[in-house]
């Protein structure tokens, strides 16, 4: 006789991964994985609204650089929100400081100051995450930012390579994208 906890067990999952991380297009990718994981830990794309190159030059750049004076914005109205923008990235930042914060009426050299060490240190910890164990970095089209067809393609070769080189064990699942050449390590889907 079978115990009776081997009924109502589930399904082994087919994909077990250590850590779930989140590439961005929207910050509705790192809000799902933190509620469907239920891990608080952050990351560099978290909160960004980051076009897919973007990835590219913050792995290769350093999260922080994003964030140097030079290229650092201040943008009044962004969809009824004040915001930052950085033109090494062309990211944009809606969640850098709480909703209260008047954040405009700061020196771009002290919100330089302030976001580069938190970028330093978030960019410190995905790499050292990344070094054991399975990762799953997750990306979300970001539809009028993102390249189609061979652009595309070239951008995902360079993304894997990179991702390669910081989490030798990982996956890469691209949700909303149109079909692309089949890569290892990379899965896609489509979300609601």
């Known amino acids: 006789m079978q115990p009776f906890w ?7 999952p ?42 590219s030059i913050a792995l290769n750049e350093g999260a922080a650089s994003a964030f140097s004076p030079k290229f650092l914005v201040k943008v009044p109205n962004y969809d009824g929100l004040p915001a930052l923008y950085s033109r090494l990235t062309a990211t944009v930042h809606l969640h850098e400081y709480a909703k209260t914060a008047d954040f405009l009426a700061l020196d771009v050299e002290a919100i330089a100051a302030t976001l580069q060490e938190k970028y330093a240190a978030l960019h410190a910890r995905l790499l050292a ?3 054991a164990g399975t990762t799953l970095f997750v990306r979300q089209r970001l539809d009028r930012h993102d ?22 064990d990982h996956r890469l699942l691209l949700l909303d994208y149109e079909p692309v050449r089949p890569r290892e390590r990379l899965i896609q889907a489509t979300v609601q």
């Open 6 to 12: 081997r009924f109502r067990s589930r399904a082994a």
């Open 14 to 55: 087919r994909l077990s991964v250590d850590r779930a991380i989140s590439l961005g297009g929207l910050c509705e990718v790192a809000f799902q994985l933190r509620r469907l994981s239920r891990s608080g830990r952050a990351y560099v794309f978290d909160w960004w609204i980051t076009p897919l190159s973007a990835v």
């Open 129 to 131: 995450d990344c070094r």
């Open 147 to 168: 390249p189609r067809g061979p652009d595309l393609e070239n951008a995902l070769d360079r993304l894997c390579a990179q991702l390669a080189s910081i989490a030798p």
